[in-house]
């Protein structure tokens, strides 16, 4: 097709299929009739997947994006607007390439106490890289191609086009004279493009590694959105370094790995943190030094000496000032480094220490896994999924309870197994385990969120089984919010009343609920009963709910920090 003939709906809906985009994730009504053309015979057809809020849109396509390592797309009209901003938090926060359009209405609206009309762009400045106005179809192909390359490059994140039209259909109606071209930020894994420092660093750095005895490496998203994981584990070897990981880093590392500790920080298990804060170097690989994954910069110290790799320089010395930065591509930085450091470090004491406090936690920990206990322990639940979890399987998270569960308990093989975790938004598990399934068809994919977490989206059960989607949904419901009531347990006499009024709820059959939108369920009030459960949603190839009651009082592993001494 001659690409004069092209309007922009058409060139879009083409620049989606033609660089292999399955899915976009929507609100009605936006976009009309691109949504047409995605469906039509002439090119490769892209599936339309109706949510259920504008939030639920972003966290789908923030989790297709991120099992698929390409850019997830979100569509929501003008008044839908402020409703996806907030659904790109999560996506910020992760370092997630989803591209958000938007329509608005016309200029001729604006400033003029339009219907349901607000101002877009501070909406979207907050959690995005970039927020551009499209005002004609004739800019669609500059802008469009900018936002791609904008969501993958240097630190990913999310992008937002607003689109002239209510609908975005001022700008779809328009005539486009440019053709579609081959875009690599879509077709591609991210990253694309991969820098490294220059050799003078490379080899200062190396000296650093050398000459320290008790060097731990810390391993962030930015190594996970590098595929390093290979070589962490062989410098690690190496060095004979403990290897912690952040959350959103968790499936790089065999969790059977020797020098593998687990999860630092504020969701540490906690030998994790005491032998972080008694290294002598930190090596922070691909990670931003955040209040997470030090515990409000508690571990490490901060005086303590720091080596760090990432992607974008600005982030060096940020928080800890004694830190020597290697600016560039965390895979290929550490490849380098791995010529520089070309023979095994004798020392190996720190390392058989934290092998040993490690092991003497996971044998603790065991006692939990293994219980009887009724209602059903929450580790014994996660021991059941490690027993009974697939090769390749996708596990999806929530943040709070379900994110510390996860951190301290899932045994991954850091190979095939891949797992995604809410940033911040509690609710996000589930939209994200719908698009981390579209992105990944043949993986299993189990979604785990606590009852607080799944009443935020439980609306996309219909949206899952409109789909098809063969999903297992793992709810981990002790009627209440496990976390909060931590906190509010500590400071109970400063409330009045019952305090049982701020974080519990229910009692909530999901499994009943789930039957009434004719999605297979099974509720498990029986420890015994866990691994035949999971077994049977696994193998039953279609939408799965699990509903395990659990025990709201049992609480998730606390950190190791030098306060608790």
């Excluded at 109706?50 to 989790?63: I, P, Q, R, T, V």
């Excluded at 959350?247 to 059977?256: E, S």
């Excluded at 369920?521 to 015994?528: G, I, K, Q, Y």
């Amino acid at each position: 097709m001659n690409s004069k003939s092209l309007n922009g709906a058409q060139w879009l809906a083409r620049a989606l299929s033609d660089n292999n985009i399955t899915h976009v994730f929507f609100i009605d009504a936006v976009l009309r009739n691109t949504l047409v053309q995605l469906d039509l015979p002439d090119h490769k057809k892209v599936k339309r997947v109706l949510a259920h809020s504008e939030k639920s849109a972003a966290y789908m396509a923030d989790g297709y994006a991120r099992a698929s390592g390409r850019p997830g797309f979100c569509f929501a009209q003008s008044v839908g607007a402020a409703n996806l901003a907030a659904g790109l938090q999560d996506a910020w926060l992760g370092q997630s390439p989803v591209i958000a359009l938007t329509g608005r209405k016309q200029s001729t609206f604006q400033h003029r106490n339009a219907y349901q009309e607000v101002m877009h762009k501070p909406l979207f400045s907050a959690v995005t890289k970039l927020t551009a106005a499209v005002e004609h179809a004739e800019d669609l192909p500059r802008l469009f191609l900018q936002a791609c390359r904008k969501a993958t490059n240097g630190r990913p994140g999310p992008v937002h086009l607003d689109l002239n039209g209510i609908y975005g259909d001022i700008v779809e109606l328009g005539e486009v004279n440019q053709a579609v071209p081959s875009i690599e930020e879509l077709k591609e894994n991210q990253p694309i493009h991969r820098t490294i420092s220059q050799r003078s660093r490379l080899t200062e750095a190396a000296q650093q590694l050398k000459s320290h005895k008790k060097v731990v490496i810390i391993a962030g998203r930015g190594a996970a959105i590098s595929q390093a994981g290979a070589e962490i584990i062989a410098l690690a070897e190496r060095l004979h370094a403990p290897i912690a990981t952040e959350l959103g880093a968790l499936d790089i590392i065999p969790y059977a790995h020797p020098n593998f500790i687990g999860v630092a920080g504020r969701y540490a298990a906690p030998p994790t943190n005491e032998i972080i804060y008694s290294a002598d170097l930190v090596f922070f690989i691909g990670s931003d030094t955040g209040e997470l994954v030090t515990d409000s910069w508690q571990v490490p110290a901060l005086e303590k000496k720091v080596l760090q790799i990432d992607i974008n320089p600005i982030e060096f010395g940020r928080s800890y000032s004694e830190t020597y930065g290697l600016a560039g591509d965390p895979k290929l930085t550490v490849s380098e480094l791995l010529k520089l450091v070309d023979e095994s470090v004798s020392d190996s004491t720190y390392l058989n220490w934290a092998r040993e406090i490690t092991r003497k936690w996971h044998e603790k920990l065991s006692l939990d896994e293994k219980s009887q206990a009724n209602p059903i322990h929450v580790s014994r639940l996660l021991d059941a999924i490690n027993e009974t979890l697939p090769e390749n399987a996708v596990v999806v998270a929530d943040t709070g309870f379900s994110a510390i569960w996860t951190a301290t308990h899932l045994k991954l093989n850091g190979v095939n197994q891949k797992f995604f975790h809410a940033a911040g938004s509690l609710g996000w598990a589930f939209p994200a385990a719908i698009g981390a399934k579209c992105a990944l068809p043949e993986s299993p994919v189990i979604c785990f969120t606590g009852d607080g977490g799944f009443y935020y989206h439980m609306s996309e059960l219909e949206t899952a089984k409109r789909l098809g989607v063969p999903l297992v949904v793992v709810v981990n419901n002790n009627s209440g919010f496990g976390q909060s009531w931590t906190n509010i347990s500590r400071t109970q006499g400063s409330f009045p009343g019952d305090p049982s009024e701020l974080a519990k709820f229910g009692p909530t059959n999901f499994a009943n609920i789930a039957e009434s939108f004719a999605i297979r369920s099974r509720r498990v009030e029986n420890p015994s009963e866990l691994e035949d459960a999971l077994k049977e949603a696994l193998n039953s190839d279609e939408l799965f709910l699990l509903d395990i009651v659990t025990d709201f009082n049992a609480r998730a592993p606390q950190p190791w920090l030098p306060s608790r001494k």
